[in-house]
C-alpha cells in the first residue's frame, strides 16, 4: 500500500508556495571563516533536500541553523513562516518542531531507551505520561527496536541507538526533521538500516533536509540534492540531473572523487 506515496511530488498536497523552511540571504562567520556564505535555501513541506559536498563546504552548518543550534550574522531563517526565535521557551517551542538527528546519539545515558522517546513529549508538548509512552512504543516499533525499550543506550548497537534518536525526534511530531550526517559514526553493516528507516520516512512524506555522504540515500531518497563547497551553495538540482550531468566543475571533480570506486 505505502507504493502509492513513493512518488511524490515536492510540493505535497498543500499550495504551491508552501515553503516550510526558508533561508534568505543567511552569513555565518567563525572568526575570520565565512562558513555560509549568502545562503538562499527553501524546502517545500514534504520535500527531501539531502545536502552534499566535500568536507568543510559549511553543510553541517547550514543544518544547524535552521533549529539555531547556531546562530546566523545575517539574513533570516523562517518555519513555517516564522523567523527563529531568540531565546528562552519559544525557541524550545521551535526546536519541538524541528527534530534533529546527529551524527553522535546523544541520548541520555542513564534513561532507558523508552524513557529516552517519552521525556520530550512529557516535559516539552506535556503529554500525559500513559499516552506518551504508548505513542514512544510505537514509534521504536516503526524504527525496528520495539523489543529494545527497556534497555539503556550502551547495551545498544550504534544503528540501533541511530534509530532510537531519530524515534525520539519523531515523536515530539515535528513538522521537518534534520539529518546531520546520521550515519557516519556507524559501522558499515549498521548504515543501511538507519537509512532504511530515513527511506521509509521520505516514502511517508517527512519534509526532511539530510547531510549525508550516502549518495546511494541521496540518489534514491532526495526530491532535490544540494550541492555545497567554500560555504555556498554551488548547485540544486533532482537526483537524476546532479549524477549523470552535474553543471559546475565542482560539483563534477567532487563526484569524480567519490563515485569512482
Known amino acids: 500500500m505505502s507504493e502509492v506515496s513513493v512518488t511524490k511530488d515536492a510540493g505535497g498536497p498543500g499550495p504551491a508556495t508552501d515553503k516550510l523552511v526558508v533561508l534568505d540571504n543567511v552569513n555565518k ?20 533536500v539531502v545536502v552534499i559536498g566535500p568536507s568543510g563546504s559549511g553543510k553541517s552548518t547550514l543544518c544547524r541553523t535552521i533549529n539555531r543550534l547556531e546562530t546566523v550574522d545575517s539574513g533570516r531563517v523562517t518555519i513555517d513562516d516564522k523567523p527563529l526565535p531568540e531565546e528562552g521557551k519559544e525557541l524550545a517551542k521551535l526546536r519541538a518542531d524541528v527534530g534533529m538527528v546527529f551524527q553522535s546519539f546523544n541520548l541520555f545515558a542513564h534513561k532507558t531507551v523508552l524513557e529516552n522517546v517519552t521525556l520530550g513529549q512529557v516535559k516539552v508538548r506535556k503529554t500525559d505520561k500513559q499516552a ?6 510505537a514509534l521504536l ?19 540501533q541507538q541511530q534509530r532510537v534518536a531519530i524515534a525520539r525526534a519523531l515523536a515530539m511530531d515535528p513538522k521537518v526533521m534534520l539529518f546531520d550526517e546520521p550515519t557516519s559514526a556507524l559501522d558499515p553493516e549498521m548504515i543501511n538500516e538507519v537509512l532504511e528507516v530515513m527511506q521509509q520516512l521520505a516514502r511517508d512524506g517527512m519534509t526532511m533536509v539530510v547531510v549525508t555522504h550516502e549518495m546511494g540515500f541521496a540518489r534514491s531518497a532526495a526530491n532535490r540534492v544540494v550541492f555545497m563547497a567554500d560555504g555556498r551553495i554551488v548547485e540544486e538540482a533532482t537526483p537524476d540531473q546532479f549524477f549523470s550531468n552535474p553543471r559546475s566543475d565542482r ?9 569512482h570506486h
Open 29 to 48: 562567520h567563525f572568526g575570520a571563516l565565512h562558513v555560509l556564505q549568502d545562503i538562499e535555501l527553501t524546502v517545500a513541506r514534504g520535500e527531501v
Open 132 to 137: 506518551a509512552e504508548t505513542k514512544a512504543r
Open 141 to 159: 516499533d516503526r524504527v525496528g527496536v520495539g523489543n529494545q525499550a527497556d534497555k539503556y543506550p550502551a547495551q545498544l548497537s550504534g544503528g
Open 251 to 259: 560539483a563534477k571533480d567532487f563526484l569524480s572523487k567519490i563515485l
